[in-house]
C-alpha cells in the first residue's frame, strides 16, 4: 500500500464482497483483518477482487502462530533505494539547470549560452524518460487503474500531475515552431516531472524505513523464540526445527540454550531466567515437575522435559500475537482520519482542475494566455503533488505501532489500540486484592517463640510436621524452611486433628501444630486479643506446642506486594482514585487498603457484584479501569472501559482485559496510563500537522496566495514538502520510543 486512500479503497472493495462480515485495513502496517464466512468466500477469491487495483492478499500461517516477516518489505526498501540513488543524479542535474535559469534571468550569473541550452534541451527528454517510465512507474500505473477503473490513491494523483507536465512538456518540443506564436515554448517541465518524482521516491523510501524501525518490538520478541528442538524419538537424538516439535515430545535442554516450547521437567534440575516472563532478574531453580516457558534461557544444568504447549499454544506466541494484533488495530481517532481519507483524492482532483479553469478563465485577462497556461500546468501539478494523505493516515497507526512495541518492551501488553486510546481518559482504577495488590499466595510473614526455643527451630519443627500436609498454609511453613535452606527433622506418627490442626513426633517429642482450638483443647493459655486483632489483618496463627507447653507462634498471610504502596501514590499523583473490590472479610480489606492508601475498600463482595460495582461507576461518569486476576474477576474486566490482567493469574482474566501486565507489577498501572497519554499526544500532534501542512499547503499550490502575495508554489517543493510531511509524522511517533514513562 502507497498511501491512506489505498487503505481506504481496499476495505470499501472487501467490504462489499460476499461473504466478508467485517474488514479493518491499516496503512501503518500495510495488514487487513478480515472477518468472513468460508462457505461462501476464500483469501484466494478476496484477493482476486482487489487484484485489477494492484493489491493482493497474503495469508500470514505459520506452526508457531508467529508472523510478522521483514524478507518483503527489506526487497521493497532495497529496490526503492536502488531507484532513488539512480534517479538523484538526475534530479541534481536538473535542480541545477532550474537555478542557473533562474539566476541568470535576473542577471545573477551569466546566463545559459545557446549550445549549452540546446544541450539541456536534448538531455532532459532523455533524463525524464527514465525517471518517468522506471523510478515513477508506480505513478504511471496509478494513472491507467485511475481512467481504467475509476479508483483513485495518491499514486493516481501524483501519477496525473507528473504525466500532465511530461506531455504538455513533450507536445512543445515536438511541436515547438508550430506553437510558438500561441504560448511560450521555451518553459518545459521536464525538470518538474524528475524532480518532483525523486522527491516523492526519496520520501517513500524513507518512510518505508521509517515504517519499519516502529515494528522493532515485534522483531525482538521474535527473536526471544529458539529456532530449533533436540527431541529423543525411537531412543536417539534429533535437533529440528521448533515447528515440528508436537506434544508430548521428551526435549533436551543444555547450558546457555533457550527453552524452544512449554512443557514440564521430568528429569534433571537447573536454574532458569524466566525475566522475560518474570521481571526477576535471578533466575529460578527447576526440577522434576516444574513447568518451563519458551524462549527463557537455561543458565547451568541439563534437563528433559515433556512438551504441553506447542506453536501457537506457548506463551511467547501469545504475546507476539496479542502485540501484532494491537499494532494493526485501530483506535477510534483514526476514524476521523479514515472519513477524510476516504473523500480526499476526489477532492483534490476537484480542486486541481478547478484550478486550471481558473487560472484559463481569470488569469488570461491579466497574464494572457501563455502565463495563464504556464501558471495554471505549475499550479495543477502542484496541487496534485503537495495534496498527499500520506501523512494523514500514517498519523495514527505508526503512533499506535510504537506505543504498543514500548509497552511490549515494558511488560505492558495492549490487546488493541482501543484500550491504549481509553486509558488516558481514566478517572478511577479499580483493583482486586489477592493477586492484584497482594501476592495471592500464603507465606510465613512471622515467628513469635513463647519459651527457650529460636525463630529458626520454631520454623524447623513445623516445616517437618507440615511436609505430609497438603493445606495451602503448610505448603508456605515449607516453602519457608526451603528458602532458608532449615535442615527439617524425619516425622513420626503424623496425624491430622480434623478442623484444629494435627500431631505428631520428632525425636521421642509429641508436638501439635494448628489453631486456637487445638491449644485451648489441649488447656493451654492464649492471648485471643491479639490473636483476633492479628486475624482482622489478615493474618493466620499458627501454633506450635507440646502437651504441657505453648513453644511458638507462626503467622501466615497473604502477603502485600512490595509495589503496591508506591504503585497507588504514583495513581493519586495521576489525579486518579482507586478502589478496592474483593471478595475477601471487610476487616482484612479494610487493614490492607489502610496500609496502601487506597481511597475505598468494598469487601466481600461476589463476581456480579464487582460487575455492578463497575457498571455503577460508569453511570456516575467515571472512565473505569479494572484490574484483576482471577476468573472471578473476568466479567468485571470486561465491563470496565480499559480491563487490566496481572499476566500471572488465569487466562481467561487475559483474554477479558485490553491491558495484561506481564510480571502482575500493579505498578505497571501507572506507567500503562502514561504510555496511554504519551501515545496519545503523538497522534495528536501528528493529526495537527498533517490537516495544517493541508490546509496550507493546496491553496498555496493553488495559487490563491498569488493575486495579494505574489507567491505560488513551485511544484519541485511541493514534491518535497510531501515527502517531508510523511517523513516528519513518522519520526516524530519514533520519539515515543525515547520518552520515559
Excluded at 521509517?210 to 533436540?230: F, M, P, R, V, Y
Amino acid at each position: 500500500m502507497h498511501c491512506a486512500s489505498c487503505a481506504t479503497i481496499i476495505e470499501r472493495i472487501l467490504n462489499k464482497a460476499d461473504g466478508v462480515q467485517a474488514t479493518e485495513v491499516n496503512y501503518g502496517t500495510e495488514s487487513a483483518k478480515i472477518s468472513f464466512d468460508e462457505q461462501k468466500t476464500s483469501p484466494h477469491k478476496m484477493s482476486q477482487k482487489i487484484q485489477t487495483l494492484g493489491y493482493s492478499l497474503e495469508e500470514h500461517q505459520s506452526h508457531s502462530g508467529i508472523t510478522g516477516s521483514k524478507e518483503a518489505r527489506l526487497a521493497e526498501i532495497a529496490d526503492l533505494k536502488s531507484k532513488v540513488l539512480s534517479a538523484i543524479p538526475l534530479a541534481v542535474i536538473s535542480i541545477a539547470i532550474m537555478i542557473w535559469e533562474i539566476l541568470g534571468n535576473y542577471g545573477l550569473i551569466p546566463p545559459m549560452s545557446k549550445d549549452v541550452a540546446t544541450f539541456f534541451h536534448h538531455l532532459l527528454p532523455i533524463m525524464v524518460t527514465y525517471t518517468l517510465f522506471v523510478v515513477g512507474k508506480p505513478y504511471l500505473i496509478g494513472f491507467y487503474r485511475f481512467f481504467r477503473y475509476g479508483k483513485a490513491n495518491m499514486d493516481s494523483l501524483i501519477g496525473i500531475g507528473t504525466v500532465a507536465a511530461f506531455l504538455y512538456s513533450l507536445t512543445i518540443t515536438a511541436f515547438e515552431d508550430i506553437l510558438r506564436p500561441l504560448i511560450n515554448v521555451d518553459q518545459t517541465y521536464y525538470d518538474v516531472t524528475i524532480v518532483v518524482i525523486t522527491f516523492i521516491a526519496l520520501g517513500k523510501y524513507l518512510e518505508a524505513r521509517s515504517k519499519l524501525k516502529t515494528g522493532d518490538a515485534i522483531e525482538k520478541l521474535l527473536n526471544l523464540q529458539a529456532k530449533t528442538a533436540l527431541v529423543i524419538r525411537d531412543g536417539k537424538e534429533f535437533e529440528i526445527s521448533v515447528n515440528e516439535v508436537v506434544h508430548g515430545d521428551i526435549i533436551i535442554v543444555k547450558p546457555g540454550t533457550k527453552i524452544p516450547v512449554d512443557g514440564i521437567i521430568t528429569e534433571g534440575m537447573s536454574y532458569i531466567d524466566e525475566s522475560m516472563v518474570t521481571g526477576e532478574p535471578m533466575p529460578s531453580e527447576k526440577k522434576a515437575g516444574d513447568t518451563v516457558i519458551a524462549g527463557t534461557i537455561n543458565t547451568t544444568g541439563s534437563f528433559m522435559f515433556r512438551t504441553t504447549k506447542v506453536g501457537s499454544e506457548t506463551l511467547l506466541a501469545h504475546i507476539i500475537k496479542m502485540v501484532e494484533e494491537a499494532q494493526s488495530s485501530k483506535a477510534p481517532i483514526q476514524a476521523l482520519a479514515d472519513k477524510i481519507s476516504a473523500i480526499f483524492v476526489p477532492i483534490v482532483l476537484g480542486i486541481s482542475l478547478l484550478t486550471v479553469i481558473l487560472w484559463l478563465s481569470i488569469g488570461t485577462g491579466p497574464l494572457g494566455f501563455s502565463r495563464a497556461l504556464s501558471f495554471a500546468l505549475v499550479s495543477f501539478v502542484g496541487v496534485l503533488v503537495i495534496a498527499c494523505p500520506c501523512a494523514l493516515g500514517l498519523a495514527t497507526p505508526t503512533a499506535i505501532i510504537v506505543g504498543v512495541g514500548k509497552g511490549a518492551r515494558e511488560g505492558i501488553l495492549v490487546k488493541d489500540a482501543a484500550s491504549l486510546e481509553k486509558l488516558h481518559k481514566v478517572t478511577t482504577v479499580v483493583v482486586d486484592k489477592t493477586g492484584t495488590l497482594t501476592r495471592g499466595r500464603p507465606e510465613l510473614s512471622s515467628i513469635e517463640p513463647f519459651s527457650h526455643e529460636s525463630k529458626e527451630e520454631i520454623a524447623t519443627i513445623l516445616a517437618s510436621m507440615e511436609t505430609r500436609s497438603e493445606h495451602p498454609i503448610a505448603h508456605a511453613i515449607v516453602t519457608y524452611a526451603k528458602k532458608n535452606e532449615l535442615t527439617l527433622y524425619p516425622a513420626e506418627q503424623f496425624e491430622i486433628i480434623k478442623g484444629q490442626g494435627l500431631k505428631t513426633r520428632i525425636n521421642g517429642t509429641e508436638f501439635f501444630a494448628g489453631n486456637i482450638k487445638l491449644m485451648q483443647n489441649l488447656g493451654l493459655s492464649v492471648d485471643s486479643a491479639q490473636i483476633e486483632k492479628s486475624t482482622k489483618e489478615g493474618k493466620t496463627p499458627i501454633f506450635l506446642a507440646t502437651k504441657e507447653t505453648l513453644l511458638g507462634l507462626v503467622y501466615v498471610a497473604d502477603i502485600i506486594k512490595p509495589e503496591a504502596k508506591d504503585a497507588v501514590a504514583k495513581l493519586h499523583k495521576l489525579g486518579i482514585q482507586v478502589i478496592m473490590l474483593t471478595g475477601d472479610n471487610k476487616n482484612t480489606a479494610q487493614y490492607i487498603a489502610d496500609q496502601i492508601g487506597i481511597d475505598e475498600v468494598i469487601g466481600e463482595v461476589m463476581p456480579h457484584d464487582k460487575l455492578a460495582k463497575i457498571k455503577e461507576l460508569q453511570t456516575a461518569g467515571y472512565i473505569v479501569a479494572m484490574a484483576g486476576d482471577g476468573v472471578n474477576d473476568a466479567p468485571a474486566l470486561a465491563q470496565a472501559d480499559v480491563g487490566i490482567a496481572m499476566a500471572t493469574g488465569t487466562d481467561i482474566a487475559i483474554e477479558s482485559a485490553g491491558i495484561t501486565l506481564l510480571y502482575g507489577d500493579i505498578s505497571k498501572i501507572e506507567k500503562a496510563i502514561k504510555l496511554s497519554r504519551l501515545t496519545m499526544r503523538g497522534i495528536k500532534q501528528n493529526l495537527f500537522w498533517a490537516f495544517a501542512y493541508n490546509i496550507i499547503g493546496i491553496p498555496l499550490a493553488a495559487g490563491a496566495f498569488y493575486p495579494a502575495f505574489g507567491l505560488l508554489l513551485n511544484p519541485v517543493f511541493a514534491g518535497m514538502a510531501m515527502a517531508l510531511s510523511s517523513v516528519s509524522v513518522v519520526s516524530n511517533s519514533l520519539r515515543i520510543k525515547t520518552k520515559k514513562i
